[in-house]
């Protein structure tokens, strides 16, 4: 079955620092898509990113980047320079074709991201 | 461009009551599906609907439907509510086929039962 573990309950920095988020994800399908979502206090879920199986090539879009590795199952985000309006919760997740259906992610528990002055 | 609206806001219930919600596609969205999030966890797939039916489910017990109209919105109701039922219920969007694309959410309905 496809589970997404994110170990890190909270996290507080201090704005500027650059901040990074684990991910660890399990699935028995060869294909599938990794994402990450951002949930600020109004509870709307804003996509982020994503990466799918069959690219490892690591990118920076911004202040965002990610580490997607397969060898280890980790999808890891970091925001780099954060600021304070980036404190939000933010959620890893896994869609794969065994599961079927493009709607059926599988979310983990989320990380509370708090960037203070 | 209007996303995903639902719709109320918030709802507080008694246990044993049924309650409705209500959802709006992202304009060009064609399917909608259903997520429960328990306060501190991550959101857990409810159903999907598309043309009118239910495509997928998740592990949720018949309590749970939904229904899909033509103009693609869609509601979610809960019988019996328990007090487990409180949660933030997410509606998202999609366009069919396009199953890699990220989904749409709304800001959710926050349900109380009391």
């Known amino acids: 079955a496809q589970k997404v573990t994110q170990a890190q309950t909270e996290i507080s920095v201090v704005e500027k620092e650059d901040v990074t988020l684990d991910c660890v994800y399990e699935t028995r399908d060869t294909t599938y898509y990794l994402f990450w979502y951002k949930q600020p206090p109004s509870g709307e879920l804003v996509f982020l990113i994503r990466?799918?199986?069959?690219?490892?090539q690591n990118e920076i879009s911004g202040r965002y980047s990610w580490n997607f590795q397969k060898s280890t199952s980790s999808f890891n985000f970091t925001i780099t320079a954060s600021q304070v309006v980036d404190s939000a919760v933010y959620f890893c997740a896994l869609f794969d074709i065994l599961t079927g259906g493009g709607n059926k992610l599988t979310f983990g528990t989320g990380t509370q991201l708090k960037v203070e002055l | 461009d209007a996303g995903v609206t639902q719709s109320p806001t918030h709802l507080i219930k008694t246990r044993g009551q049924q309650v409705t919600l209500r959802c709006s596609p992202k304009s060009g969205h064609d399917t909608v599906s259903w997520y429960q999030q328990a306060l501190g966890q991550g959101p857990q797939f409810i159903f999907q609907?598309?043309?009118?039916?239910?495509?997928q489910r998740g592990n949720f017990p018949d309590r749970f439907s939904g229904h899909q109209f033509p103009n693609y919105s869609s509601e979610l109701n809960v019988n019996a509510l328990l007090l487990g039922d409180s949660a933030l219920y997410l509606c998202a969007s999609s366009r069919q086929g396009a199953w890699n694309s990220p989904l749409h959410f709304g800001n959710g309905t926050r349900l109380t039962v009391t």
């Open positions: 990466r799918n199986s069959f690219d490892e």
């Open positions: 609907y598309y043309e009118e039916e239910e495509r």
